[in-house]
């Protein structure tokens, strides 16, 4: 019984990391209101070594409509500036010499399709993590070395553990697009 409960916490640990992970890839799309995660993945050249933004500033959000960078160090301005720019996030940063302001220009309706189709693309990704796990988990249960009827048992477990992930990560998603939607 110690192996069926290993390979159900495995499984569930690997769907449970699934739907985290989509949550944190979901909250880099944008939807219409300035955050300072949109530049989370945004690399700095600092001295010589490629640094995450949040390391050299401090990033916020004055206003739905504004994000604000301040460097602690005065001379990496323009190291930022072009970080954001090569970015490529659609965005046109502005230094007044103290720090960056980026106004976020509001989505169009285009381009929110775009955005809700990456989020769907993203959440397909999730989904495919939780089926592995699962079919990893029942390769598993068959290997093991108890009876048919735990071995039925336990895949019935797994199948409904998949079920549930699966439900909240169409849940996570359809709030993501609700939100990217909603102008």
Avoid: C
């Avoid at 409960?5 to 640990?13: G, N, P, Q, R, S």
């Avoid at 739907?19 to 995660?37: D, F, M, N, Q, T």
């Avoid at 381009?111 to 989020?119: I, V």
């Avoid at 071995?151 to 993501?176: L, R």
């Amino acid at each position: 019984m110690e192996e069926i409960d290993f390979i159900l916490d495995t499984a569930k640990e690997a769907m449970t990391n699934a739907v985290k992970h989509l949550e944190k890839e979901l909250v880099s799309i944008r939807a219409g209101k300035a955050s300072p995660s949109m530049l989370q993945n945004v690399m700095v050249d600092y001295y010589g070594t490629p640094t995450p933004l949040s390391q050299v500033a401090n990033v916020n959000t004055p206003d739905a409509r504004t994000i604000s960078v301040q460097p602690w160090e005065k001379n990496m301005l323009q190291e930022i500036e072009k970080a954001i720019m090569l970015a490529n996030l659609g965005f046109n940063p502005m230094n007044n010499g103290d720090n960056i302001m980026i106004n976020v220009p509001p989505l169009t309706e285009e381009r929110r399709r775009e955005l809700a189709k990456q989020a769907k693309a993203e959440g397909e990704k999730a989904k495919v993590v939780v089926r592995n796990s699962r079919k990893q988990a029942n390769n598993d249960t068959k290997k093991a070395d108890v009876s048919e009827d735990i071995k039925k048992d336990t895949e019935t477990s797994i199948q409904n553990m998949t079920d549930k992930f699966i439900k909240k990560i169409d849940e996570v998603y359809s709030a993501k697009e609700k939100e990217i939607m909603t102008v």
